[in-house]
C-alpha cells in the first residue's frame, strides 16, 4: 500500500511559481514513475508531467512545456513540480501519482488527495 502526501499549492498571480512536493510512503518493491495530473472545475482531469524513476525521463504536456518542470529526489522517494510563468488556466486541483511495484511485483497506481493551485490575472 502506498502513501502519496502533496504540498506546496497556494493562490499565485499570474506570471508567478509554485513549487509542488510528494512524498510516497509505505510498503512497496520499487517506483517505476512518479507524475502529476491536475483537473479544472467541470473538467476532466489531465495529464500534466512524469518522470520514470530508473532513468529519470520526463514528459511533458504540451501545454505546459517549457514553463513546469519535473524533478525527482529518489533516497526521499519525493518529486517535485516547480511551475513557472503559471497562467489562469493552469489553475486546478492537481494530483500526484505513483506507479508502484507492490511486494508481489504487481503494478498498482496510486493517487494523492490533491492540492490546490489558483492563478489569479
Known amino acids: 500500500q502506498v502513501e502519496l502526501v502533496e504540498s506546496g499549492g497556494g493562490l499565485v498571480q499570474s506570471g508567478g511559481s509554485l513549487r509542488l512536493s510528494c512524498a510516497a510512503s509505505?510498503?512497496?518493491?520499487?517506483?517505476?514513475?512518479m507524475g502529476w495530473f491536475r483537473q479544472a472545475p467541470g473538467e476532466e482531469r489531465e495529464f500534466v508531467a512524469t518522470i520514470n524513476w530508473s532513468g529519470m525521463s520526463t514528459t511533458y504536456a504540451d501545454s505546459v512545456k517549457g514553463r513546469f518542470t519535473i524533478s525527482s529526489d529518489n533516497a526521499k522517494n519525493t518529486v517535485y513540480l516547480q511551475m513557472n510563468r503559471l497562467k489562469p488556466e493552469d489553475t486546478a486541483v492537481y494530483f500526484c501519482?505513483?506507479?508502484?511495484?507492490?511486494?508481489?511485483?504487481?503494478?498498482?497506481?496510486?493517487w494523492g488527495q490533491g492540492t490546490q493551485v489558483t492563478v489569479s490575472s
Open positions: 509505505g510498503r512497496f518493491f520499487r517506483i517505476d514513475a
Open positions: 501519482n505513483a506507479d508502484v511495484r507492490d511486494l508481489g511485483l504487481r503494478r498498482v497506481r496510486s
